[in-house]
């Protein structure tokens, strides 16, 4: 195996080593600066600077690095203790199990486009000009997702039909889009490059219909959609161009077939259908929060209690001339008992239906109560516009809705001037929080947690922003105006259209792997895993390397020491623990993404920490093996120290969680085996935090 060091122009100086025959020394003034060559299969060690400089040099090779510069010479440490590091990191490589290069193969060159809302929509625009074949799929039986039942867009205010209509007829006419609207998905399986998706196509009852509308006349059933009235059969301008049977609320009682009785079949079934793809993007939009969860504004109980979509509907088709609106923003959000989180874009909905109604009845009186209005950059001018108008803003959230001679009053404390007032309304609007579309993510199985934003992991293979090809685009991740949906769309339909020029995508980064022969199929690293990477298959594990985020918290977990991390397996650390520890270290196993950057960023603001501490850079908190703290404290270390990122900052979903519970054991543990439980510690350690990394390195010391 090789060894490099690279001086960094003079700053590193090591003297010869006498490392065994089987390690060939090689030494660069300046290695950042130089053409050098690692074979596939070749192990190979280097001492120089930082690791999260240097290894993106070398991004498919099998390198270990020793952080000489920060870690030695920055810190006035002695040669000693860099040989000592040396020693243990080629000790480590020599054990690893190497690192294989996963190929993955685009079989597929198409994309499954869920969801024909703005996003969707324009995302297929924007990939169908590229040349690729789009399989656009709707749940609905028209195209155009919630903002098809709008007025006006938002935040903006223009008519949906001036920015949706042209996308659509442009989608419509494109012959590499296969539309399927009334359509769900039921299962999808396969990988990155080769996914089959099994569509249910839901019966519509209409085919080959002239729009003459006869059926609408004689259907006997009215459905309340979403504050329009409509019959069960119906139709809204947008594609396709023909009527839907909406067979939840069909009665069958067949008035609609004896006007129309070769168009509309009330007997069709569902068909199921298979295709195949090389992405899948997730345009699913977002939903509204269950309103009726917040008992006290009487969703669901009072008729004239609405959200925002409903009240724009009545208003626009003129069934409802309120006289007096309340308007209450943070419906159910920024609030612990419902959405902890801001949706965003509330605010600006609550102003964009204050103008609407005010454009209309000028005469309507109407009142916004906020706990604090929030609408960032230009569209302040609607907050202007709107007071001009003689709108009410009331800072306060309502504490009550409840009805009183028929009519509805609005209890709410204004903060202003500390009065408690009681507004009369003939219309109370709930502007309310919004979640995403959890159960196609669930079918993806993409883990989230229900709430916005929709949080993945990033860029394993380049420019894909989820693992496995699958995209998210506009509200599907975060609550958007228009605006900000199609340039989110756009960047989406880059990077798949990228993709999708390659036939096969490689990648190096270390993933796990089972040993079948230790493995007893307990599912532990199943339960831990944030990422779905592994699955049972013929009573077997199977690890999916194009979920796999080498974070190797399953590894840690695998009670029968089965599963086994690329560059990380038990053997590999044990043999670096072995090799370094003396009596009085501190064994130090930091996050690469938070503690280990304070190490270095230590060097830069000269903190000097003591010279006792020897340093592993782990690929998260989560990862390290009670085994290995165990090994370091028999071997004489005086402790050691787990450095990880802070709560909800963690890079693998909730790897420092992991840590953290595996640390109450532990010290439960070593208690047990007659040591004190300080000598080991769990912190949370930020990138910058160098003083805060010093401290607690001299406490150690003390202990
Ligand atoms: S935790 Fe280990 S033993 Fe249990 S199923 Fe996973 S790999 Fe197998
Ligand atoms: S290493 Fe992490 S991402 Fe990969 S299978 Fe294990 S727990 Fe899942």
Known sequence: MRLIICHCNGLINIPDLDLGPDVKIERYDDLCKQEVKIDPGEKVVIGGCSPSLMEGLFPDADVEFVNLKDHIFLMNHSVEKAQSLLKATIEKSKSGMGLKKKIFTIRSKSTAVIGSGVAGLDLTNALTKAGRKIYLIEKEPFLGGTVAKLDRLYPEGTPWSHTVLPLISSVVKNRNVEIFTNTEIMEIKGELGDYKIQ??????????????????????????????????????????????????????????????????????????????????????????????????YGYG?????????????????????????????????????????????????????????????????????????????????????????????????PSEVMQRDGNLVVRVEDLYTNELLEIDADAVVLSGGFVPDKETFDKLGVK???????????????????????????????????????????????????????????????????????????????????????????????????LCMGCGICASACPAAASRLEKFTVREISDWV??????????????????????????????????????LR?????????????????????????????????????????????EKILKETIELLGLSRDRVRLEWIGKDEAKKFESIIKEMNKG
């Open 448 to 546: 989230i947690d229900g709430n916005f934003p929709v949080i993945f992991e990033s860029g394993k293979l380049g420019n894909i922003e989820m693992p496995r090809g699958i995209f998210v685009a506009g509200s599907a991740s975060f609550p958007a105006g228009v605006f900000e949906t199609i340039v989110d769309a756009r960047k989406s339909a880059f990077s798949i259209f990228s993709l999708l020029q390659n036939d096969t995508i490689e990648s190096s980064q270390p993933i796990v792997y089972v040993n079948e022969d230790y493995c007893s199929v307990c599912k532990t690293c199943i339960s831990v895993c944030p990422y779905n990477a592994i699955t049972i298959e013929n009573d077997k594990i199977k690890i999916h390397p194009d």
């Open 578 to 615: 072995k090799t370094t520890t003396k009596p009085g270290d501190i064994i130090a196993f930091l996050c690469k993404w938070s503690a280990y950057n304070a190490t270095e960023t230590a060097a830069y603001m000269k903190v000097q920490y003591p010279e006792n501490i020897k340093i």
């Open 199 to 296: 569509l249910k196509n839901k019966p519509r009852g209409v085919v080959d219909c002239n729009n003459c509308g006869a059926c609408v006349a004689v259907c006997p059933i009215t459905v309340q959609d979403n504050g329009r009235i409509r019959k069960a059969i119906y139709t809204i301008n947008t594609y396709p161009y023909i009527y839907a049977i909406d067979f939840n609320s069909c009665n069958k009682c067949g008035e609609c077939v004896k006007v129309c009785p070769k168009k509309i079949d009330l007997n069709e079934i569902e068909k199921i259908i298979e295709i195949n793809t090389g992405t899948i993007a997730v345009a699913t939009g977002l939903k509204f929060y269950d309103l009726e969860k917040v008992e006290e």
């Open 618 to 662: 782990v690929p998260c908190s989560g990862a390290v093996e009670p085994n290995h703290i165990i090994q370091a404290l028999n071997l004489g270390a005086r402790g050691v120290l787990i450095g990880g990122c802070y709560p909800d900052a963690c890079h693998y979903v909730k790897g420092n969680f992991k840590a953290r519970t595996r």
């Open 301 to 397: 109980k009072y008729p004239n209690v609405m959200n925002v979509l409903e009240f724009e509907r009545k208003i626009t088709d003129g069934s409802f001339a309120p006289r007096n609106v309340v308007l209450i923003c943070c419906a159910g959000s920024r609030d612990n008992n419902h959405l902890p989180y801001c949706s965003r874009i509330c605010c600006f909905l609550a102003l964009k239906e204050a103008k609407l109604v005010t454009d209309r009845y000028p005469e309507t009186r109407v009142f916004v109560c906020a706990m604090d209005m929030r609408s960032y950059g230009n569209f302040e001018y609607f907050y202007a516009t709107l007071r001009e108008r003689g709108v009410s803003f009331i800072k306060g959230k």
